[in-house]
């Protein structure tokens, strides 16, 4: 009996010393995670540069440097030939070329991705020349999965654009509702965040930068990866950039960029980011500037008190058989507006 009972304290011993091993090795475990940004400048060009190929170009660079995500902008009646070249990656539901497409996808591989939403700005200013009621630009929401278990909020943006005093309110306005969709799915469902895209506006500039640093910053409390790695974690003094003489666009704190901010048991932190010029053969920029490359790890957050397990609500999203609809309405927006703008027009051509 003796020896029974001995037996099971030594087996218990085991299975709680294993225990113990398996759990320090969960919460030493560190997930990798490569993204790019990129306005991959998917316009009509007109007998100008060579879009298609500029596409695959950008997709070549892809897959060479091995992202694990992928986030664009101005990706429109050229998307085929971006997607075609990244082989083996999954993206989301193209809305198609403009005007009724937003420009706005994720490309991943091998990630599930979840619960794809696109949300149009509501306010956008200009029409000559700026252009932005043009086209339905906005938010792409979706929840990736990373790894097994393992649930990312991601928010690929296109915001207003120019430096004018109605394109500055309304970015302001595109940055307000954006920030209003990021803290109420991160009271609902506590995830990792990752937000990107193209900002059209810099931290560093004040003049335009549409109170940036108080929606992000302040009300999300995100992190901005340039400016952790490469300013010292400084959101106010831009000084020692300033001083290098160094063209900010696409070199530093430009409109390109990614925010984060840890969520759902898992700590997230930047570890790697830089800004680099997809060129062709010709050495010529393929996409509208240069693009975001940001290394994220994701560890185990040992204080983390929450719930975790399965997520709620979530669903592949499949591209509706009415999509096209979409593409025909904005014909209609886009008539009614240069009419209603016809002498901006005359103006602008003459």
């Not at 509702?177 to 059209?200: A, H, S, W």
Request: glycine content about 8%; overall charge negative.
């Amino acid at each position: 009996m003796k020896i029974k009972q001995l037996m099971c304290v030594v087996m218990c011993v085991v299975l709680m010393l294993s225990c113990f091993a398996f759990s320090s090795s969960a919460q030493d475990e560190v997930i990798t995670l490569k993204a790019i940004n990129c306005n991959v400048a998917g316009l009509p060009s007109f007998g100008g540069s060579d879009v298609r190929g500029n596409q695959r170009v950008i997709g070549d660079y892809i897959i060479k440097n091995d992202f694990d995500i992928v986030a664009v902008q101005e990706d429109f009646g050229y998307h085929k030939h971006l997607r075609n070249s990244l082989e083996g990656y999954i993206s989301t539901n193209h809305t198609g070329a403009i005007p009724g497409g937003d420009g706005l996808n994720f490309f991943t591989k091998d990630m599930t991705i979840y619960n794809e939403t696109r949300v149009q700005w509501n306010d956008s200013y200009g029409v000559v020349p700026e252009g932005d009621r043009l086209t339905p630009k906005g938010i792409l929401y979706a929840v990736i999965e990373i790894a097994p278990g393992v649930y990312v909020d991601f928010y690929d943006i296109h915001a207003d654009a120019f430096e004018t005093e109605g394109s500055i309110a309304a970015r302001e306005s595109n940055y307000k509702q954006l920030t209003t969709m990021i803290c109420d799915n991160y009271e609902k469902y506590d995830r990792p965040i990752i937000v990107t895209g193209d900002f059209n506006a810099y931290t560093h500039d004040v003049g335009y930068n549409s109170n940036m640093l108080y929606y992000f910053q302040e009300l999300c409390g995100l992190k901005d990866a340039w400016i952790e790695l490469h300013n010292g974690g400084d959101y106010e003094d831009f000084s020692e950039w300033y001083a290098t003489g160094m063209e900010d666009w696409g070199n530093w704190d430009s409109v390109e960029k990614f925010m984060y901010k840890d969520g759902g048991g898992y700590k997230l932190e930047a570890v790697d980011f830089r800004y680099n010029y997809i060129k062709d053969e010709a050495g010529n920029n393929v996409s509208d500037h240069a693009a975001a490359e940001c290394t994220f790890n994701f560890t185990v957050d040992p204080d983390y008190t929450g719930e975790t397990g399965e997520q709620p609500e979530l669903k592949v999203v499949e591209k509706s058989p009415f999509a096209w609809l979409r593409q025909v309405k904005w014909v209609f927006v886009v008539f009614y507006i240069f009419f209603s703008n016809f002498n901006e027009f005359i103006a602008m051509i003459s």
